[in-house]
């Protein structure tokens, strides 16, 4: 989501004659997008706030400006909050002439709706904003607010766009994507539906959903990920394998409807990847609840897991409950670590040998990666990207696996070239 506002604000400053430069030096305007969802990461922008305010007048924006404004005040005399970044060309022009301004409005904007420059090969494309969680331990909502969904003409038109552009991968985001419409008379369901019915041979990966919000519509979500556009990617993030925790966080659903929920995923896509998020120590977590989760890892094995130590976050309701101490803390996040690992390695094993499909969307250090249909990272050497490949997976290697190309199979986008079909296993 911050990715996608900081090419809004971009998009909007060159339209009004600014140039994006290369180096902070260089600039008359800088602008800080922050994002402050855990206490490191607070830590990193408030850093780096102090480092480019001394090149020059600095724009505080982002998560932080709207939810912890007192701790840039005193690097930037102009903070702008996520719902107030169409006035990014008045606030630019407010720090160029050292003045003080705050654009810190609960705004109605439709992102989607926003001319920018795709990423690359992928493009971003924010479905909605804000959330209808209570979740006692998130700051993100404090910044975000409430539900706004965005129209799904404005979607729609948004990826058609970026598609005539020459996007391959579509990322559809959102606080919750699986909320989306409930407060515009819609669901996800229906959104994908129409973004899957536009012609091409492109991906789309859905952002992460709360488990409670997809069980919800499970049943018709499921039927609208039989298309071979979306790939089998779910992002449920669990927190914890303990009820008692669940209910503590303000999570409004239970461990064994969690798990019910990935069981029907699996039944229906058997090679999804399952993407959760846990967070140990929170405040209360016994040994048995922590234990009760590393249970929950056991049984559900998701291929990707988001750890997280946890840290209180300023003005929000957990952050007034009994803390652990740190030590406990670190020690119960190394145990749950070096099981995420076993499983992550027994997961990437049933890819050994398999002939896929597999869509080169990425530039990387190494090289380019692809997808697989599940969403699944692999490195393909120096091939060129916006092509699918079939390709043979020969090993593994942290969160990717290795695959060895047999033959392009044809351009992805729209002027693809090739019908492309799933490969047999071998």
């Given at each position: ?80 909050a996520p719902r107030s970044i169409d006035s990014i060309v008045e606030a630019a022009f407010l720090a160029l002439e050292g003045k003080e301004g705050e654009f810190l409005e ?222 406990v803390i670190k020690r119960r996040s190394k145990v749950a670590m070096e099981l995420i690992e076993e499983i992550k390695e027994r997961r990437n094993e049933r890819f050994l ?74």
């Amino acid at each position: 989501m911050n990715r996608s506002d900081s090419q809004i604000m971009e998009s909007l400053l060159k339209k009004a004659g600014w140039t994006r430069v290369d180096r902070p030096e260089e600039a008359d305007v800088l602008i800080l997008n922050t994002c402050n969802v855990k206490k490191p990461t607070e830590q990193r922008m408030l850093h780096r706030a102090k480092v480019l305010s001394e090149y020059g007048p600095l724009i505080a924006a982002g998560c932080m400006a709207k939810s912890q404004p007192e701790l840039l005040r005193p690097y930037s005399k102009v903070l702008m909050a996520p719902r107030s970044i169409d006035s990014i060309v008045e606030a630019a022009f407010l720090a160029l002439e050292g003045k003080e301004g705050e654009f810190l409005e609960w705004k109605r904007l439709d992102k989607a709706s926003y001319d920018r420059d795709p990423a690359n090969l992928i493009g971003i494309v924010p479905i909605a904003e804000g959330c209808l969680g209570s979740c006692t331990y998130c700051i993100t909502k404090l910044a975000r607010g409430g539900l706004t969904s965005f129209p799904k003409e404005s979607i729609i038109d948004r990826i058609w766009d970026f598609l005539n552009r020459g996007v391959v991968e579509i990322w559809l985001t959102a606080e919750d994507t699986g909320v989306y419409g409930w407060d515009i008379g819609t669901d996800l369901p229906d959104l994908l539906d129409g973004i899957t019915s536009l012609k091409g041979e492109f991906r789309i990966r859905v952002g992460m959903m709360t488990p409670n919000s997809a069980l919800r519509i499970a049943d018709r979500l499921l039927d609208s990920f039989e298309s071979p556009k979306l790939y089998k990617f779910f992002h449920l993030p669990v927190q914890s394998g303990s009820n008692r925790i669940l209910r503590l966080m303000g999570r409004d659903y239970t461990v064994e409807e969690f798990i019910s929920l990935v069981k029907r995923i699996r039944e229906w896509y058997e090679d999804s990847t399952i993407s959760t998020d846990i967070i140990v120590g929170f405040p209360g977590e016994t040994e048995d609840d922590f234990h009760r989760t590393l249970k929950l890892l056991e049984e559900i094995e998701p291929d990707v897991v988001n750890l997280s130590r946890f840290g209180p976050r300023p003005k929000t309701k957990a952050a007034s409950l009994p803390q652990l101490p740190a030590s406990v803390i670190k020690r119960r996040s190394k145990v749950a670590m070096e099981l995420i690992e076993e499983i992550k390695e027994r997961r990437n094993e049933r890819f050994l040998g398999r002939d896929l499909v597999v869509l080169a969307s990425e530039i990387t250090p190494k090289g380019t990666q692809g997808r697989t249909p599940s969403y699944k990272p692999v490195a393909l050497g120096q091939v060129e990207p916006g092509y699918f490949y079939e390709v043979i997976i020969e090993g593994f290697k942290g969160n990717y696996l290795l695959g060895r190309v047999v033959r392009r199979l044809g351009r992805a986008g729209l002027n693809f070239n090739v019908q492309v079909e799933e490969c047999p296993s071998r």
